[in-house]
């Protein structure tokens, strides 16, 4: 089944205490994105990645980092987790630029305390 | 990018057709019009795009105005498994491949 996977569903972690929270994809796709959503602010783009070692800063990116050293995986990785950085996340990955439809993950539900 | 704006939140009677509105006054040539939907608990889900003429797939029709200031997602017969928040969003393909998300409609299908 063509699907994003992110894992963990859900994670409650301490301020300071790096995470990474994993995405893979089996689609083959070029564009790969993260999103964070919050009540009222709708869904907001942290980074995303054109293709394998490409990658660039989306609407809100600070206090986040990416890598994409393969095609199918983009971890998000969080160095020092902050409050404020509870929320919703969401992986998404399409084939290129070019193309439509976006296939979204199942969310990664963040706490940090 | 430009914006979208959509009703907060809107009901509708389970079998029955819904019309779900966008407004984007300040669309540009190259925007196209893109309709995401996100159920409870999950995702958001590809619903359909369009770039002028009216398109129609198996899960919706876009209806989309001349001047193409707006928009009209329309669901043929309503289900309870409609109910979710329906996003009206602009994507310039000339640009970065990027979505703004904003706040959408939330549907209510009422049995």
């Known amino acids: 089944e063509a699907q994003v996977t992110q894992n963990p569903r859900y994670l409650i972690t301490v301020t300071g205490k790096k995470l990474t929270v994993t995405c893979s994809q089996n689609?083959?796709?070029?564009?790969m994105s993260w999103y964070r959503q919050d009540p009222g602010l709708g869904l907001r783009q942290i980074y995303y990645?054109?293709?394998?070692?490409?990658?660039d800063k989306g609407d809100v990116p600070e206090g986040y980092k990416v890598s994409r050293k393969e095609k199918r995986n983009f971890p998000l990785i969080l160095e020092s987790p902050s409050p404020n950085q509870t929320s919703l996340y969401f992986c998404?990955?399409?084939?290129?630029?070019?193309?439509?439809?976006?296939?979204f993950g199942s969310g990664t539900r963040l706490t940090v305390v | 990018d430009a914006k979208t704006t959509q009703p907060n939140s809107m009901e509708s009677n389970e079998e029955e057709p819904v019309h779900l509105p966008c407004n984007h006054s300040?669309?540009?040539?190259?925007?196209?019009i893109h309709w995401y939907r996100q159920l409870p608990s999950q995702g958001p889900e590809y619903v359909i795009h369009?770039?002028?003429s009216n398109v129609n797939n198996r899960m919706a029709s876009l209806a989309i105005a001349e001047d193409r200031k707006s928009s009209t997602l329309i669901l043929h017969r309503a289900t309870l498994r409609d109910a979710a928040v329906y996003y009206c969003?602009?994507?310039?393909?000339?640009?970065?491949?990027?979505?703004?998300f904003g706040t959408g409609t939330r549907l209510t299908v009422i049995p």
């Open positions: 998404a990955s399409s084939p290129s630029i070019r193309l439509f439809g976006y296939t």
């Open positions: 300040t669309i540009s040539g190259t925007d196209y």
């Open positions: 969003i602009l994507r310039d393909q000339t640009g970065a491949n990027n979505l703004f």
């Open positions: 990645s054109m293709n394998v070692e490409v990658t």
């Open positions: 689609m083959n796709h070029e564009y």
């Open positions: 369009g770039l002028t």
